[in-house]
């Protein structure tokens, strides 16, 4: 596709609801990329794929949060039991070059508020 | 632990002059350095990156710099434009950690006629 792509845009979720919010990379991109964006912060390293290994999960912020690449192509990110803490912009990038990493290309995000 | 720092939470210039952003690092491991731009419900945009083995980088008005040993790095923005305006941040990537990039928290940019 053009580019980074991420549904829903917008979630109303209420609190111990389970979601999943979609990725779909710049087809092709070896790697993709998880970040949570709280308001008035910079992004948040969520969790890191190369294809369908997930490589790195360090920043994913509790077992409630789970990411997912089975094809290697699109992405889902499931947070359970949500909680208001987990209310923030989830941002996915995606990047043409496995290994060391350099442009990343983001979608728009999606807003989830937990009610 | 926030390891990329902006402490300017906003910048004013006038449209012309120099923009000048700063970024504070304190991870010695960091080996990749790059600047994005935000506008409003859109995700960041690349602009421009450095390599720990450089101490300058240039893209058209978009000039990066980075003082090793200062743990530092600016973005020069020149001549600044109405377009400009957006949030930079600046990212970093230690050696060891391949994808896993830390942000700053970013640097609202409002250029003024």
């Known amino acids: 596709g053009a580019g980074v792509s991420q549904s829903p845009r917008y979630k109303v979720a209420k609190r111990g609801q389970d979601v999943a919010l979609r990725c779909d990379p710049i087809?092709?991109?070896?790697?993709l990329f998880w970040y949570q964006q709280a308001l008035g912060q910079g992004p948040e390293f969520l969790t890191y794929?190369?294809?369908?290994?997930?490589?790195?999960k360090s920043g994913l912020p509790s077992d409630r949060f789970f990411a997912e690449r089975p094809e290697g192509s699109v992405s889902t990110l499931k947070i359970q039991r949500t909680q208001q803490e987990d209310s923030a912009v989830y941002l996915c990038?995606?990047?043409?070059?496995?290994?060391?990493?350099?442009?990343?290309?983001f979608g728009p995000g999606t807003r989830l508020t937990v009610t | 632990d926030q390891q990329v720092k902006q402490n300017s939470p906003s910048l004013s210039v006038q449209e012309g002059r120099i923009s000048i952003l700063n970024c504070d690092y304190t991870n010695s491991m960091f080996d990749y350095f790059l600047w994005y731009k935000k506008y409003p419900a859109e995700g960041p945009t690349f602009l421009i990156s450095?390599?720990?083995?450089?101490d300058k980088n240039e893209d058209g008005r978009f000039t990066v710099f980075l003082n090793k040993s200062a743990k530092h790095l600016s973005l020069h923005i020149v001549p600044s434009q109405p377009g400009d305006s957006a949030v930079y941040f600046c990212a970093a990537r230690a050696d060891d950690s391949w994808g896993k990039f830390q942000f700053g928290a970013g640097t609202q940019v409002v250029v003024t006629p």
């Open positions: 794929f190369q294809n369908e290994a997930q490589l790195d």
């Open positions: 450095i390599s720990s083995i450089k």
């Open positions: 990038a995606s990047s043409g070059h496995g290994g060391a990493i350099y442009e990343q290309y």
């Open positions: 087809s092709g991109h070896v790697s």
